[in-house]
């Protein structure tokens, strides 16, 4: 009876320790040695400099209530709003990384507006983070017999450029406030 147990237990943990680590191709999500120091202490120092490091003291003086990180907090996600404030939007969830405008028109030709699609691929600053679209929409008579089309490649390169410009100063002020001196309290870290 007790070597079937331990049969049983290979052949459950066994397969399980494959998904494990067939899982992680190699190499572990979102880091860049190149960006990182080779010293371990260094990138303590780093990481908690920039406050993405845990302290305990940090912790122990905040017990009473929780933090919150709103759709504020994405530097990607501001950036877009911010670069497309002045038309109406027609649907904005953040937890489903998509924003999309109403059908706006220049004053100037009421008979031709457009309309702009932002899908969030990642929240991570690049190029390839954003899936932008827009829709072009031309009427003869006043909203009646409409074409509507998918175009303006070049409208596409400058929303995305103009959303990552700000993306990344966001990020910068981001990590200036979030700043904190590391302080070694005994702990060996330099």
């Not at 994405?74 to 911010?82: C, F, G, I, K, Y």
């Not at 827009?134 to 409208?155: A, G, H, P, Y």
């Not at 390169?157 to 001196?181: G, H, R």
Request: charged letters at 30%; a positive charge; proline letters at 4%.
């Amino acid at each position: 009876m007790n070597i079937e147990n331990f049969s049983l237990k290979k052949i459950l943990i066994i397969p399980l320790i494959f998904l494990l680590l067939s899982n992680c191709n190699g190499k572990m999500p979102g880091a860049d040695a190149r960006k990182f120091p080779a010293d371990p202490k260094q990138r303590v120092k780093k990481n908690l400099e920039e406050g993405r490091g845990f302290r305990i003291n940090d912790a122990v003086k905040g017990a009473g209530g929780g933090k919150f990180d709103f759709a504020s907090s994405n530097e990607l996600w501001r950036a877009s709003l911010d670069t497309i404030d002045f038309m109406p939007l027609t649907s904005v969830n953040y937890s489903g990384g998509i924003i999309i405008t109403d059908w706006y028109s220049d004053e100037n030709d009421p008979s031709e507006s457009i309309k702009i699609s932002i899908r969030f691929l990642t929240n991570e600053i690049r190029s390839d983070s954003l899936d932008i679209k827009v829709f072009n929409r031309k009427c003869l008579d006043s909203l009646i017999n409409c074409k509507i089309t998918q175009e303006n490649k070049v409208l596409v390169t400058e929303l995305k450029k103009q959303i990552l410009k700000k993306a990344a100063i966001y990020s910068e002020q981001n990590k200036d406030k979030n700043f904190k001196p590391y302080k070694n309290e005994g702990l060996g870290i330099e």
